[in-house]
């Protein structure tokens, strides 16, 4: 039996400021079953300190709908850390 | 999902926006009033004098929060048809990027429902603004949008 736990694969999406503080448009990644948007977007923080400042003003969004940070994650989401929006 | 009249207009464009196609798009003959709001690209920001903007989005998603909106206000106030176009890319002083049209039997539900599109539009919708001055350019500060869906059916 592996000793892992069971991950699941996401698409994550970057836009405005998220996106040129990674340098990422877009990626696919693997996250334990379980983990939430949250824990989600410290991995990205640990990868990319740089966005620990900005981690008060971004949103979480799931499936194209913003969602609470303990949102749970599911196999296939799309995910995304919103920076305010400034449409208009 | 929340749905919205097919004679409805949402959309994101490249292109430059066309006030007067979609101000024919809302008009009917029981109509009696059609409020716009047309926001274009103001030549400074903060004192500091604007060369350009660009404009970016989560398009499949900001295409539905403005449909949402769309959604909100038909329900909330008596009006026909909604037009409701966000530009996206690069806009120069003087351009549009956001044009509403609001059609309705009577005045005042087309002005209260141009104004709550485009107040709502600007906390919601996943669009981004960058500025670009002679010396730098610098992301809009933006609103924080709210997480919890204001208006979701129990289903």
């Known amino acids: 039996m592996p000793s892992v736990s069971p991950s699941v694969r996401v698409k994550v999406l970057f836009f405005g400021r998220v996106r040129e503080l990674t340098g990422l448009t877009e990626e696919n990644g693997e996250i334990s079953e379980g983990a939430t948007l949250g824990d989600l977007l410290e991995r990205y923080i640990q990868r990319y300190p740089q966005l620990a400042g900005f981690r008060a003003s971004l949103v979480a969004s799931r499936n194209q709908e913003f969602a609470a940070w303990d949102t749970r994650i599911a196999g296939g989401d799309e995910i995304a850390f919103l920076p305010p929006v400034s449409g208009g | 999902m929340p749905t919205t009249p097919e004679s409805d207009l949402y959309e994101l464009i490249q292109a430059a926006v066309d006030p007067a196609a979609l101000v024919r798009h809302v008009r009917a003959g029981q109509d009696g009033a059609i409020v716009t709001f047309d926001g274009f690209v103001r030549n400074e920001s903060h004192g500091r004098a604007t060369k350009y903007l660009e404009y970016e989005a989560y398009e499949p998603m900001a295409l539905a929060k403005m449909r949402e909106i769309g959604a909100q206000i038909h329900e909330r106030y008596a009006i ?43 906390r919601t919708v996943p669009i981004w603004k960058k500025e670009y001055f002679q010396d730098g350019a610098i992301w809009a500060e933006g609103k924080i949008p709210p997480t919890a869906p204001k208006t979701k059916p129990a289903s």
């Open chain 2, 80 to 122: 026909h048809r909604v037009a409701m176009v966000h530009r996206l890319g690069r806009m120069d002083i003087g351009e549009t990027s956001v044009f509403i049209a609001v059609s309705a039997p009577h005045r005042a539900a087309a002005f209260d429902a141009c104004r709550f599109a485009i107040d709502t539009l600007k």
